[in-house]
């Protein structure tokens, strides 16, 4: 064994401290990146709405306003089961028609 029990769990020990001092850096540097960016977000939004005439306090304009009704979406129609489970009986061309 190249080293004795003692030398090993010094270095075991400082190991760990060295992990965990590198773990915790890490961690602040996440943290900071974090900050940073939610920063840069919250100033954008300041930004804009100064730019639209609004403070912060004030609440946005589409809070105000009615609901917006949804557009009524058309369904295509399509084939019944009972015609597309029959077989046909003759071959159709396709319509190769072109406007």
Do not use: I
């Amino acid at each position: 064994m190249p080293y004795s029990p003692e030398e090993y769990e010094a270095l075991k020990a400082a190991y760990k401290k060295d992990l965990l001092e590198r773990k915790a850096w890490l961690e602040k540097m996440r943290l900071t990146a974090l900050r940073r960016r939610a920063e840069w977000h919250l100033y954008q939004v300041k930004r804009s709405l100064a730019e639209l005439g609004l403070e912060e306090s004030q609440p946005l304009p589409t809070d105000q306003a009615a609901p917006m009704p949804k557009p009524h979406l058309q369904q295509p129609d399509l084939p019944s089961k009972a015609s597309s489970s029959e077989a046909p009986t003759t071959q159709e061309k396709p319509n190769k028609t072109l406007f």
